[in-house]
């Protein structure tokens, strides 16, 4: 592990070289000063000591966890990504595990552990995007957000708990009382979340991404959540102000103070879209597979409509789209689905898992004998297959 994180930070020294990129020069330009940072340090009272304590069991955990996409490859790139947007004095003390779970998301702990899942890396179009999730988490991490949200937490339900025990020793209603301390609970996160905003802007805007990326991150959160309550026949659920437990603003309050925020900052250079679907690429099918799992159909469609409006229709794409409509099953859909199979093949797609659900698309579609010709040919190019059987068994019948 140790040899690995050497190489991990040697890589990414490496690369930041190559990049030229020189993130402390435009932190000294007026209003992106960042924090005194100390990569050396360490716990210090009880609290943070226990914290820490926590973080360091979660963290083995995830060490050995078997979603852990373990090829070396991509952690090194996504330190690569943030050592460019905190700089390189900052990522140098980070742990980053990347965790194959597809829904969007990155946290970071106490300790330094920052994990990032494979949701947020499918649905982000650019290095940019990847970086100000991870910019975002790293501000949490910076300004202790960890041990003083623990502590309001702990203060708090020791109130709630007291002020419960006293109502029910003088017979009295507490419950307005209780649920005032509550409701500061959750504002309090929400202000935790913009402040790690607003500073993971400035490192955006400091590190040569553009400033206005944060803010498109969470319009295109939107436009998805918006995609998959329409293909769920339900009405948007955008709303500006926060609900009164809720830990976050709202996705349109970020998209709309991190705009304002972004237009009094220098607006940045390029986004480095290509590098980062370079970088992507040999994971894109299993993350797409991952996806097509969740059972969301207009969400993934809007994902791979996404993906293809940057890059163009792919093999993979093509493939997943199959997939996705195959998936849902209805009739016009497995008719959709075996057009793109084929268009997917015709592209360059060569896997044998094409020819079996092509196959299974066209017998659950009621063209038999052309799908048995599809799973006959895929029987002849992996005839050792695990599934083999079952596909003999259905050519049979």
Partial sequence: MRALS??????????????????PTRAAEPGLELPAYSHAYE??????????????????????SPLRIREAGLEAY?????CREVGADRCAGVRIYAMEIPGFNASMMANGTMQVWSGLLLRSRSEAELAAVLGHEFAHFELRHSLTGFQQR???????????LWGALANSDTSFTQNIIARGIYRYGREQETDADLLGLRYAASSGYPASTPAEVWKNLMAEEDASAAGRNQKSKQKYTAGYFDSHPTALNRSIYLAEA??????????RAREYRAAMAPYLPRFLAAQIKRNDFGGTEHILQSIAAASGWSPDLLFARAELYRTRGNPRDLQVAAQYYREARAAGYAGPELDRNLGLALLRNGQ??????????????????????????????
């Fill in 6 to 23: 050497r190489l991990a930070l040697c890589g990414a020294a490496a690369s930041l070289a190559m990049l030229g990129t020189t993130p």
């Fill in 43 to 64: 716990p210090r009272t009880v609290d943070e000591r226990g914290v820490w304590m926590e973080a360091d069991e979660a963290e083995r955990g995830l060490r050995d």
């Fill in 78 to 82: 996504l330190r690569e990504v943030l």
């Fill in 154 to 164: 702990r203060r708090a339900t020791d109130a709630i708990a007291w002020i419960g």
């Fill in 262 to 271: 972004a237009a009094k900052m220098p607006a940045g250079g390029d986004a």
């Fill in 368 to 397: 038999a004998e052309e799908g048995r010709q599809s799973l006959n040919a895929y029987l002849a190019a992996a005839p050792e297959a695990g599934d083999a059987k079952m596909i003999r068994a259905l050519v049979a019948n």
